[in-house]
């Protein structure tokens, strides 16, 4: 690893920074003798790599977080099975699709991410799958039922490819479903579409792979329903549906908020594991591989969205995520990550100066940014608006650079502050909702911005200064909950996790 890292560097940065910064090799040539040292304590104490976590001297720590035993149980899937009855209307049946394979290319399929709606109301992971539910009970084949359950069947050879499949029991003792059917037997169900008006669903166009040795796969379950559904005259809503599935899980339950924590404080131990490892002449990619090592290690099932490490300019890109530059003395660098637990996303933006003290200007522009989402955050109470904070923190941050001199007019705001402040946070990272006024249960991130770009009409001193500071709050009756604080802030508190004088020093 050390070879690598010389090897990279050269020519990349230039023989001062090779020789003062000298400490990015050498943290690297430290991982590489720990990991090495901890691997064999594993060998021979068959310990595994909790060994590796306990070594006192390791630059990296690591959380040792518990791995909580709570788990989505077929409960809450029932439940929201339940919750979704009672909010649909008597004229409306619901069919939701799992999510499709995607190829990523030629024979290599990307790692199966299941659609977060059929998530929340299944529990079920596979592809190939598919809810039918009705408000009340009908009628089919001589049988009452208000809901069935698609799955792929259990099939031996397929299994010793592409991994367990849950089979129709364990798919029941999962989703709760009061039953559950092979997905071939969908095709010549007789299902009374024609007493209903509508059937909301997420019949998907994107549908892009098509077995056709399979007649039970996505594509024919989903060509199966619009001919069904058309031979019955009934339309099939995709954005009514939408909604009424965000109204629903918009609102966490106790079990969501729970899984919801989890990858929240493994995605604060990240960022502090960054801060603590961040020297100049390290590369964004590499800040970007201990973040999701500290992610898979910590029981994560990985990053929920790429993760963005974007050091000086970059931080101006609001997605960025190639990650594949130096980081540089002087320059901040923006880390907007977060880790997936059970299904649900965690989003906590921190940026930090490189070399581990922010410059004056930097500091004044940090302090706005965190000033703003203070405020920001005092407003994401029930009462206001979903909007409300975004608005609070547009005013603070208006005031700050008018303060400064970076602008004179109002209609300047948007020019550096270009997003909004606030997304729901669950299944997804911009969670589904419908952006009412805030409600208790509800968790939103508040992450408010300045980005001045090289060449802006301002005094060139703040040039290629880009803060965004992103935290997840939980509504709550009273004030909003921080549930990201595991994860330094405050000026203060960054430059001395960053201060690595002591350990340098030994
Ligand atoms: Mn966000």
Redesign the pocket.
């Known amino acids: 690893m050390a070879f690598f890292v010389a090897v990279h560097f050269k020519g990349l940065v230039t023989a001062r920074l090779a020789t003062k910064y000298d400490a990015s090799s050498l943290l690297f040539c430290t991982m590489a003798r720990y990991t090495h040292q901890a691997l064999l304590v594993c060998v021979f104490l068959g310990l595994g790599i909790m060994d590796f976590q306990a070594q006192e001297n390791s630059p990296l720590k690591f959380a040792n977080l518990p791995v909580i035993d709570e788990e989505l149980s077929a409960d809450f899937f029932v439940r929201n099975r339940n919750r979704l009855r009672d909010t649909m209307g008597d004229s409306v049946v619901v069919v939701l699709l799992s999510a499709p394979q995607k190829t990523r290319s030629n024979d290599i399929d990307y790692r199966y991410h299941q659609d977060p709606d059929f998530y929340y109301f299944t529990g079920i992971e596979e592809p190939n799958s598919m809810l039918l539910l009705f408000k009340d009970s009908v009628e089919i084949d001589g049988e009452w039922l208000n809901e069935i359950l698609f799955v792929e069947s259990k099939n031996v050879k397929k299994e010793r490819w592409t991994g367990r499949m849950l089979g129709l029991a364990e798919a029941k003792e999962v989703s709760g479903a009061a039953n559950v059917m092979s997905n071939i037997d969908f095709k010549s169900m007789p299902i009374p579409f024609k007493d209903f008006d509508f059937v909301y669903s997420n019949a998907n166009q994107w549908i892009e792979r098509d077995d056709k040795e399979h007649p039970g796969d996505l594509m024919s379950m989903d060509k199966h329903l619009k001919a069904k559904a058309e031979r019955a005259g009934v339309q099939i809503k995709v954005n009514a549906a939408e909604d009424l599935f965000g109204f629903l899980r918009q609102h966490k339950s106790a079990e969501e908020i729970a899984m919801l924590q989890q990858a929240i404080d493994i995605t604060c131990e990240a960022q502090k594991n960054a801060m603590r490892s961040i020297v100049p002449g390290m590369t964004e990619y590499q800040v970007e591989a201990l973040i999701e090592y500290t992610f898979r290690s910590n029981g994560a099932s990985g990053a929920a969205f790429p993760s963005i490490v974007a050091g000086g300019s970059n931080g101006g890109i609001m997605h960025y995520t190639s990650n594949e530059s130096l980081l540089i003395p002087g320059d901040l660098v923006v880390i ?1 990550i977060g880790a997936e637990y059970e299904g649900y996303a965690a ?1 906590v ?1 921190r940026t930090i100066p490189i070399d581990g003290t922010f410059s004056a200007e930097q500091a004044i522009i940090y302090q706005i940014v965190l000033d703003a989402q203070s405020v920001a955050i005092r407003y994401a109470t029930p009462g206001y608006k979903f909007w409300t904070p975004h608005e609070e923190a547009f005013r603070t941050i208006g005031k700050g650079l008018i303060k400064n001199g970076i602008i004179t007019q109002w209609s300047e705001i948007g020019d550096y502050f270009i997003h909004g402040t606030s ?1 729901y946070l669950g299944l997804d ?1 911009h969670d589904s909702g419908i952006y009412s006024s805030l409600q208790p249960g509800e968790v939103i ?1 508040i ?1 408010p911005g300045i980005y001045i770009p090289h060449g802006s009409p301002c005094d060139p001193k703040w040039w290629d200064i880009y803060v965004r500071i ?1 935290d997840d709050i939980l509504i709550t009756a009273g004030a909003a909950k921080l549930l990201s604080s595991g994860a330094p802030k405050k000026i203060s508190e960054i430059e001395k996790i960053m201060d690595r004088g002591q350990a340098s020093a030994d």
């Open positions: 907007d989003d933006t997304h990272v991130t992450e992103e």
